[in-house]
């Protein structure tokens, strides 16, 4: 998108505001699919968690991609984007087994993560297929806080367990029709994760009503020029040679699985706000922007760098800012960042503001999440109106709390 276009959804719709432009989700889709086109069967699950507004999952759905879900939210909200049940797949953590019976009932694709809901599902209904997730104890990622495949993860069966997975699996009569990991975000190291997937391949060959193999997702995209990003191409050249080999061996073609999140939707956001104020202390030049980490956390919680330009002023002189936002805590989304020369009233935009963004924006401070817009098709599309006051206290219930005098 163009700065232009930029500003005049600010202009329109205020800020803070999240932008999405379509065709890049559109452009990144096809270059995933591009690099797997000689998989026989090739499935993409758009992970729902990296951004769950309605209007995207509908753009997902109409590239032919099915969802991978985390919560029966989330799959009410595929559902109510028009995805059907059998093209979604449930890959939850932690949560109870009626959780998991009831999505199980609306006809979706069930990944189990740990043995005793195994044994109670497989137990209850040993008729309904299951996918189960393994952890290979693989980081394929780089950054810690996002890396869930070490052996000390919450997610998923360790490798090692494989032999009480077919305990079970005898002793219920289940069947598992799928067979998933997912190491983490930011894959840097292609070789890594063909190692780790030649440890799913192993495990693979324990069960012998396999429809699918995910290999979940984690490809890293570029947050700053000259950054590392995961070579699609040559991963897909790799891996489909390895999966094409491993079916005909399996003596089936099966389904071979991805779950893209941050791939498909990063790099197509943008997090518009406006500079309320420039401060300048005895070292520092602050640009105080109209949000903070109530909107836009994963500088402080990830430690991410989100590139910030001056969309008001793209060829100014170059100084020297921290960015820091309104709430009332260190809230800071850069320190003594090379920007464009930022006056008060300027608008900046973070980019990257796809992926786990909005979708982890909170009310702290009592402040309103933002508006989102989807930019398609050359036109501004409000998504999401901004919330207000009553948006605010909605759910809070008034009730006459006094305190008794006292003699």
Partial sequence: MENAQLLAIAKEYGSPVYVYDSAKIVSQYNRLTTAFKKVKQLKLNYAVKALSNIAILKLINSLGAGLDTVSIQEVKLGILAGVAPEHIIFTPNGVSLEEIE???AMGVQINIDNLSILEQFGTKHPNIPVCVRVNPH???????????????????????????????????????????????????????FIYASEILFDAATNFKDLDFIDFGSGFKVAYKEGDIATNIEEFGEKLTKRFNKFCKDY???????FEPGKFLVSEAGFFLAKVNVIKQTTSTVFA???????????PMFYDSHHEIINVSKPNGKERFYSVVGYICETDTFATNRRIREIT???????????????????NYNSRYRPAEVLWHNGKAHLIRKRETFDDLIQNQIDVDITVAETV
Avoid: W
């Fill in 138 to 192: 693989v980081m394929a990622g780089g950054n810690s806080k996002i890396s869930v495949g070490h052996i000390d993860s919450k997610f998923g069966i360790s490798v090692h367990q494989i032999p009480h997975i077919l305990r079970i699996v005898a002793n219920t009569g289940m069947t598992i029709n799928g067979i998933h990991m997912h190491t983490g975000s930011d894959i840097l190291d292609i070789d890594v």
């Fill in 344 to 362: 008060e009233g300027d608008i900046v935009a973070f980019k990257n503001a796809g992926a786990y963004c909005f979708s982890m924006a909170s």
């Fill in 251 to 257: 003596g089936k073609d099966l389904v071979l699985g």
């Fill in 288 to 298: 105080g922007v109209d949000t903070g980490f109530n909107h836009l956390i994963r």
């Fill in 102 to 104: 009831e999505v199980a």
